[in-house]
């Protein structure tokens, strides 16, 4: 069973930076895709960033492309999301997910991001 759990959200003001944290256990990730998604009130949730476990091949969202970085740390097995520049419309709550081809996809509870202006 993978297990995700999501840190490092919180309240912010606008221009401040996050990095988000996604600790990975219960699996073997190398046949994994790893990504972020975020939901703000009222909206579905959405795509931001993923990247290929084994491979390191990271792409993103237009929305974020410049603003989010998406990385990881094989050894921790641990992802991250580094967010610059915050802006009032990055409020949501962010979850890590975790997608393979044969063992398919699981979630995180998620972490909540408030950005204040």
């Known amino acids: 069973q993978v297990h995700l759990v999501e840190s490092g959200g919180g309240l912010v003001q606008v221009g401040g930076s996050l990095r988000l944290s996604c600790a990975a256990s219960?699996?073997?990730?190398?046949?994994?895709?790893i990504s972020w998604f975020r939901q703000a009130p009222g909206k579905e949730r959405e795509f931001v960033a993923g990247?290929?476990?084994?491979?390191?091949?990271?792409y993103y969202a237009d929305s974020v492309k410049g603003h989010f970085t998406i990385s990881r740390d094989n050894a921790k097995n641990t992802l991250y999301l580094e967010i610059n520049s915050l802006k009032p419309e990055d409020t949501a709550v962010y979850y890590c997910?975790?997608?393979?081809?044969?063992?398919?996809?699981?979630w995180g509870q998620g972490t909540q991001v408030t950005v204040s202006s």
């Open positions: 219960g699996r073997t990730f190398s046949n994994y895709t």
């Open positions: 997910h975790a997608a393979s081809p044969t063992e398919g996809d699981y």
């Open positions: 990247i290929g476990w084994s491979t390191g091949i990271a």
